[in-house]
């Protein structure tokens, strides 16, 4: 086992790459729930689809949470060590990101102006939806935005942890 991790790798840089595979592991189990809900709104299963969403979004907010702490304990990337190519991936990832968190914030904040207007005026969520269209337009078009969005940064956290991988052990 030793003989696979390149000498430039040291335990701190071992711990980063064990953090960003656990983080790894969180944004894809919630990509699959968030992609689970899409298709569970399809199905006209308001319930289920809340149910996937609100899980999405709080392995999300865990990560958010846990973020801080991985930067206290184990500081930054090095990205003066990173090959050009791993770095624009990295800031493409980043930009996913953000947009994924603004617009899945707007869509939890549609959904619940929507559920508040369901209660004030005791009508099903289909016909409360239907009172205000602009609102579920728009929560519709940010859950959409964010969906594509997580699905951008799975894809480019992909290549970023195999250049983590890379420049940690040697295959």
Same mark, same amino acid.
């Given at each position: 086992m030793d003989e696979l991790l390149k000498s430039a790798a040291g335990p701190m840089e071992l711990a980063k790459v064990t953090y960003w595979t656990f983080a790894f592991g969180v944004l894809l189990a919630a990509v699959v729930c968030a992609i689970s809900g899409v298709r569970q709104i399809r199905r006209a299963d308001v319930l289920g689809h809340r149910r996937q969403m609100l899980r999405a979004s709080a392995l999300i907010a865990a990560f958010v949470v846990s973020y801080p702490f991985k930067l206290i304990f184990m500081g930054r990337e090095v990205l003066a060590t990173w090959n050009s190519f791993y770095v624009t991936a990295l800031r493409v990832h980043e930009s996913f990101i953000a947009v994924m968190l603004v617009t899945t914030a707007l869509a939890l904040w549609n959904a619940h102006v929507l559920n508040l207007r369901q209660a004030r005026d005791g009508h099903a969520g289909a016909i409360a939806a239907a009172k205000v269209p602009s609102r579920l337009?728009?929560?519709?078009?940010c859950g959409r935005i964010a969906v594509i969005a *997580?699905?951008? %940064?799975? *894809?480019?956290? %992909?290549?970023v942890l195999y250049g983590m991988y890379d420049r940690v052990v040697t295959f």
């Open positions: 337009r728009l929560h519709r078009r *997580a699905v951008g %940064s799975i *894809a480019t956290a %992909s290549a």
